[in-house]
């Protein structure tokens, strides 16, 4: 099956928004988008291009990002949440990804099968986080406390150092 036409299987599944990071690069979009309110659940599905091994094998564990927020009306390397996932141990693995006051952290939270679709939670709560994937949440230290923050949606992205190894797409619908 070509790509496109899976990518529109996939689409017509989770009826979301196709995101492609394309080979050699880092993010899928450069739109920027303002968000309000203290959530966002979202539905995404991970096809076969989610597969991939690193030029550099350190790199292996580095953590890509899926979807998220900034907050504390600050930059995302300072304060956000977000999902995180990667291709690690022959396991498309899903993580919670945060910065709190610039301190990164991240936590497993399990592993998603390739084209399946999951659904995804983050929620502000005062001064921390809940991420709920898989039925579990886990919490997160937040670098602010309130609601009143502004905050710019955070969209699929590719490495740290080593860019996309080959066109990877992610199918997201905001529910």
Not at 146 to 152: A, E, M, P, R
Request: aromatic share 10%; with cysteine.
């Amino acid at each position: 099956m070509t790509r496109p036409l899976l990518a529109l299987l996939l689409l017509s599944a989770c009826s979301g928004d196709a995101y492609i990071i394309e080979e050699g690069k880092h993010s899928s979009t450069s739109q920027v988008t303002l968000v309000s309110g203290s959530s966002m659940v979202f539905e995404a599905v991970f096809d076969a291009s989610a597969v991939y091994e690193t030029v550099d094998p350190s790199n292996q564990a580095d953590i890509n990002k899926l979807m998220g927020f900034s907050d504390c009306t600050s930059h995302h390397h300072s304060n956000s949440a977000r999902f995180g996932w990667r291709w690690y141990d022959d396991t498309l693995q899903i993580h919670a990804y945060t910065y709190a006051n610039g301190t990164r952290s991240h936590e497993l939270l399990g592993s998603v099968d390739i084209d399946a679709i999951e659904r995804y939670s983050i929620e502000i709560d005062r001064d921390r986080y809940l991420f709920t994937f898989d039925g579990t949440t886990t919490e997160m230290d937040r670098g602010c406390t309130g609601s009143g923050t502004i905050k710019y949606q955070l969209y699929p992205y590719f490495g740290g150092d080593e860019t996309a190894p080959h066109d990877i797409t992610i199918v997201v619908e905001e529910l």
